[in-house]
């Protein structure tokens, strides 16, 4: 499939992840693609990297300006770079409160202001947003980063009625939890890995984690000009967490 031959692409967070796999899976399919990562080290070709901190404008600015330099214009922005937070509304103090909200909604205030003047002059602009299930259903133990991701869902809305009548379209991902290096994270940090991964699984109808692929293909989605009538939408990637409500086994 060759739907962004001739088209660009800039994706944050892009060195693993859900962010790697949707790189390469847009270069895969047309697109020249620039990774912005705190730690590009580990990009290769054919997608370019650069250093960026998410949470500084000055950082944001100049790799957005270097990337679509080298580029030659901008199309499609994956605004992906995030980070994950744990516990209740007692257990994170302002600093953190303060340090997740700005990296996962603020950051991507950033990377969108300093891209937009790019994306007016494409023909076939989009921005896509990771957003998450926490944004849309009650999980426990995430009260700060579920509200990061309703923030990111209201700010998608938002953005795509801002924004159509100029030509960009703007809408998100809601992935459940994936198999991502950050999950492994939580989950080599539990007292039982083997359980707690058991239990992730179980918590999704289709039994399992999501692949980040699978993310990466909904983003795909959302980005094609051959979505070009879709803005302002929130596609679940979510193994049917959200909408789904199944019988116990037996019954």
């Known amino acids: 499939m060759s739907d962004f031959e001739g088209l660009t692409a800039l994706v944050t967070g892009g060195a693993s992840g859900i962010g790697?796999?949707?790189?390469?899976?847009?270069?895969?399919?047309?697109?020249?693609?620039a990774v912005l990562d705190l730690d590009p080290s580990g990009v290769d070709k054919p997608l370019l990297g650069y250093r960026a901190d998410v949470a500084d404008d000055t950082s944001v600015r100049e790799a957005v300006a270097a990337?679509?330099?080298d580029l030659g214009g901008l199309d499609v922005l994956v605004n992906n770079a995030g980070i994950g937070a744990q516990g209740?509304?007692?257990?994170?103090?302002?600093?953190?409160w303060h340090r997740v909200l700005d990296v996962n909604v603020v950051g991507m205030v950033r990377v969108a202001r300093a891209a937009l003047p790019h994306l007016r002059a494409s023909a076939h602009a989009a921005v896509?947003?990771?957003c998450s299930?926490?944004?849309?259903?009650?999980l426990p133990?995430?009260?700060?980063?579920?509200?990061?991701?309703?923030?990111?869902y209201s700010l998608t809305l938002a953005m795509a009625a801002d924004h159509v009548r100029e030509g960009i379209r703007v809408n998100c991902v809601n992935p459940g939890t994936a198999d991502t290096p950050w999950v492994g994270?939580?989950?080599?940090?539990?007292?039982?890995?083997?359980?707690?991964?058991?239990?992730?699984?179980?918590?999704?109808?289709?039994?399992?984690?999501?692949?980040?692929d699978e993310v990466a293909g909904a983003i795909a989605y959302l980005a094609s000009p051959l979505s070009g009538a879709?803005?302002?939408?929130?596609?679940?990637?979510?193994g049917g967490m959200q909408g789904l409500r199944l019988r116990p086994v037996g019954r």
């Open 20 to 33: 790697r796999a949707t790189a390469e899976l847009l270069a895969g399919r047309g697109a020249r693609v």
């Open 230 to 238: 879709t803005t302002g939408t929130a596609l679940a990637v979510d």
């Open 67 to 69: 990337a679509v330099a």
């Open 128 to 130: 896509v947003n990771t």
């Open 133 to 138: 299930i926490a944004a849309t259903a009650g």
């Open 185 to 212: 994270r939580l989950l080599d940090a539990a007292d039982d890995p083997a359980a707690e991964r058991a239990a992730l699984e179980a918590r999704q109808p289709t039994g399992r984690l999501v692949g980040a």
């Open 141 to 152: 133990q995430r009260a700060l980063y579920s509200a990061t991701k309703g923030a990111v």
């Open 88 to 96: 209740t509304v007692e257990d994170n103090d302002d600093t953190e």
